[in-house]
T-cell receptor, first 118, second 114 residues
Framework: GAVVSQHPSWVICKSGTSVKIECRSL??????MFWYRQFPKQSLMLMATSNEGSKATYEQGVEKDKFLINHASLTLSTLTVTSAHPEDSSFYIC??????????????FGPGTRLTVT | KNQVEQSPQSLIILEGKNCTLQCNYTVSPFSNLRWYKQDTGRGPVSLTI?????NTKSNGRYTATLDADTKQSSLHITASQLSDSASYICVVMNSGGSNYKLTFGKGTLLTVNP
């Protein structure tokens, strides 16, 4: 199956600093990528939809100025958590859509990034 | 409102035993239903994907069923192994074309003990 990578796999940062997480589709081009957040024992919650070459679409309640998304190429999307606070500590998972298949769009998930803000 | 409900919330079984996880959904319009396995601290990995016309699909020791009339699905795990310990998430895709949405269940946390 298709592969989606994330970097870093885990990161610890101090409160007030910014952290960038990268998401790459390794063997297909993804015009659309998705960013999710998952708290312990909770389901994945969609934060935003990232479209290559255009602005991201944020879900209700997600601050676009705090969670900056850049989808500058067909294989890379980045999520920057600005001025991070301890409550931003979570598991961030990206997903990339592969629209090239015969059975319609397929969505592949990355391995996730564990963010801890101290 | 589109929703996916899973039961049980958690389950503990002994190695070698079988188990069945349940998923009820109210997503409309329906496109497909997916079961994912998520190991702790990892991203979800797809196990099965079923469309409206598919009643059952297997992937090794995993067998998923779908009843589109009652909007229910199940995931049956046969001869469980310690490595099956994970969260199993039911996800339903609506048929919104290029603007499709995935609705996630909260998952069933399965623990397989020796």
């Amino acid at each position: 199956g298709a592969v989606v990578s994330q970097h870093p796999s885990w990161v610890i940062c101090k409160s007030g600093t910014s952290v960038k997480i990268e998401c790459r589709s390794l063997d297909f081009q993804a015009t659309t990528m998705f960013w999710y957040r998952q708290f312990p024992k909770q389901s994945l919650m969609l934060m935003a939809t990232s479209n290559e070459g255009s602005k991201a679409t944020y879900e209700q309640g997600v601050e676009k100025d705090k969670f900056l998304i850049n989808h500058a190429s067909l294989t890379l999307s980045t999520l920057t958590v600005t001025s991070a606070h301890p409550e931003d500590s979570s598991f961030y998972i990206c997903s990339a859509r592969d629209s090239s298949g015969d059975r319609g769009p397929e969505q592949y998930f990355g391995p996730g990034t564990r963010l801890t803000v101290t | 409102k589109n929703q996916v409900e899973q039961s049980p919330q958690s389950l503990i079984i002994l190695e070698g035993k079988n188990c069945t996880l349940q998923c009820n959904y109210t997503v409309s319009p329906f496109s497909n239903l997916r079961w994912y396995k998520q190991d702790t601290g990892r991203g979800p990995v797809s196990l099965t994907i079923m469309t409206f016309s598919e009643n059952t699909k297997s992937n090794g020791r995993y067998t998923a069923t779908l009843d589109a009339d009652t909007k229910q699905s199940s995931l049956h795990i046969t001869a469980s192994q310690l490595s099956d310990s994970a969260s199993y998430i039911c996800v339903v895709m609506n048929s919104g074309g290029s603007n499709y949405k995935l609705t996630f269940g909260k998952g069933t946390l399965l623990t397989v003990n020796p």
